[in-house]
């Protein structure tokens, strides 16, 4: 299978031209960067095809791309690839605007390829057996999630993450999805209602949220809170962590997706005391799951639907600290 | 310095406990149930009073550990009997029961202590000296963490009787978050879906400030039987201090975890720095030399405010505008 990758603006490029390497049977093809600068550097850093327009890359008909550009550019980007027949797998969020979300769900439609929201927390083993301890009621009623996923400010590593016209916003928008994503597969119910804090108190050179504190409700009365901040300093151990809690009546879980690592001290860096993982990496799953679907001609595990709501939440999330109230993700 | 206790229960224990490790002069203890009364005075060897009225006869300084219904009734009384007040957490059961305690603490003249006891937690008042020096720059995200297993038979179980567990249990962490950020502008909870016949809740309460900074308080009375996590966490602008329980102690024991839990819990602090010793010890300092108290009985009263602010978001799922 030839796969190609749209635009190497987001982090996660880098990473998944490596997992992708170590799937039997796929071939990078290369990628396409309008920035010249990226584009050298990258082509260079991982001995990859370096394609100027993504026109020219989409010209060599791959089965599949991934497209991870800047949030707010992945509208143009998914169209453009399913019209030349191209199944997808999108960076999440998967947009920053509902009608930007809704157009690309038509496109694929139209084109009758299929789309995969790039949510990779489901591939975790440890997440996949929490959602199965819930499943088979282990925990009895449930009683609350505590969610965290804090990081450190990603614009060191690429600007735009903190350019609201390019990223649809900061840390909330960055983050939220992903606990709001598992907690509407864990639990199989939509989110009901969004209350939250945004703001900035972390980093006065962006015009971006740099925190955010969301407590929802989901459909089954379930209350659930997601600390979606960029509160993580550049020197910490690691990125940041994805952690969960789930508090039931016959018992608790508690999920720190990340936890297994190896303590490691450098000499002469900024994160010169690391956390260095050592358990699968989920990205590896998620994209040969993304793989076998495209090879096998069945529908995505996660799919468009997921990405949508997952940026409902979020859109949510914003209107409710703007509003100070409760906001139903259904009404936007 | 004459103390007397009034309450023999799980706090009233405690607090002998510290008063016996640092030499303070308890003299006795009235309950109204004899036995429990028999009981602590064998195990403390102090004098058992007949009746209120003896122990306020026979203090210099009166410790209320009585159930939070009876604080009012009991730290009134001690107050306009001329005696300071050492009284446990929380104040009251609402607002205007506790006004009523501090307007007798201000009409009597004698001092009010009210025993927020995390602040005395070394690893909590360490994190809040670390923010207020300037280390971790402006703190812009505070998370909180304190659940634990139910209360066991009595009256923490009944709402009317000990204000229900965010006035009972995250008034601790309330306090704190007053204590690193002053008061918030509005506070917004989500509560656990009710559980039949059981006393489980637990709540996530959100405190947003006017300048955009906001904390997150988890509470609990969750957790199967001899559970008990805490957490801090305290970002700023330029550093970030973490603690959890999860991490180990100093000294570290393994012994079966089926044993009956106690009835209620108490975190484990270090070892030589037991934190209602610390608390008691600077109560009794700032009495005898009339130095402040950390903790004002103001404090107490706004903490109180702002549990009964989560209890109220909580049942009705509205944000509560606080400032």
Known sequence: ?332 | MRIGIVGVGTMGRVHAEAYRRIGAELVGAYDPNPEKLAEFVARFTVDPFRSYEELLLRVDLVDVTAPTFAHEELAVRALEAGKDVILEKPLALDAASGRRILEAARASGRRLFVAMVVRFFPQYRRAAELARSGQLGRVGVVRLKRVLFPPGPGWYRDPEKSGGMPVDLMIHDLDYVRWLLGDPARVFARRSPPVEGEVLEHVQAVLGYADGRMAIVEGGWAYPSGYFRTALDLAGDRGLAEWSSDQPPPLGTLFPKDEPAPEVGLPMAGLEEDPYELELRHALEALERGKPFDVTPEDALAALELALAVRDSARTGRVVEVA
């Open chain 1, 1 to 332: 299978m030839r796969i190609g990758i749209l635009s190497f603006a987001h982090l996660h490029a880098e990473g998944y031209v490596q997992n992708l390497r170590r799937i039997s049977g796929v071939e990078v093809i290369g990628f396409s960067d309008t920035d010249p600068e990226r584009g050298r550097r990258f082509s260079q850093a991982y001995g990859l095809r370096w394609f100027w327009t993504h026109e020219d890359l989409l010209a060599e008909h791959p089965d599949a791309v991934i497209v991870t550009s800047e949030n707010a550019r992945h509208r143009e980007l998914v169209e453009l690839a399913v019209r030349s027949g191209a199944h997808v797998l999108c960076e999440k969020p998967i947009a920053t605007r509902t009608e930007d979300a809704l157009a690309m769900k038509a496109a694929v439609e139209a084109a009758g390829v299929s789309f995969m929201t790039a949510f990779p927390m489901r591939f975790s083993p440890a997440v996949e057996a929490a959602r199965a301890m819930v499943a088979e009621g282990a925990l009895g009623r449930v009683l609350a999630v505590v969610g965290v996923n804090h990081s450190e400010n990603p614009k060191r590593h690429r600007a735009w993450f903190a350019e609201k016209a390019l990223a649809g916003g900061g840390a909330t928008i960055d983050h939220t999805v992903h606990l709001a994503d598992l907690y509407r597969w864990i639990f199989g119910v939509e989110v009901a209602e969004v209350t939250a804090e945004i703001s900035n108190p972390f980093d006065p050179e962006v015009d971006v949220d740099t925190a955010g504190l969301l407590l929802l409700k989901l459909e089954n009365g379930v209350p659930a809170s997601i600390d979606a901040s960029w509160s993580r300093p550049p020197s910490y151990p690691r990125w940041g962590h994805l952690k969960m809690e789930i508090v039931g009546e016959k018992g608790t879980l508690v999920l720190d997706a990340f936890a297994g690592h190896l303590h490691v001290w450098r000499r002469g860096q900024e994160r010169a005391y690391e956390w260095l993982g050592f358990h699968p990496d989920p990205n590896q799953g998620m994209l040969e799951a993304f793989v076998d679907s495209v090879r096998n001609g069945t529908p995505p595990p996660v799919s468009w639907r997921d990405g949508y709501e997952a940026l409902r939440v979020v859109l949510a999330a914003y209107r409710s600290a703007e509003r100070h109230a409760p906001v139903a993700p259904g009404d936007l």
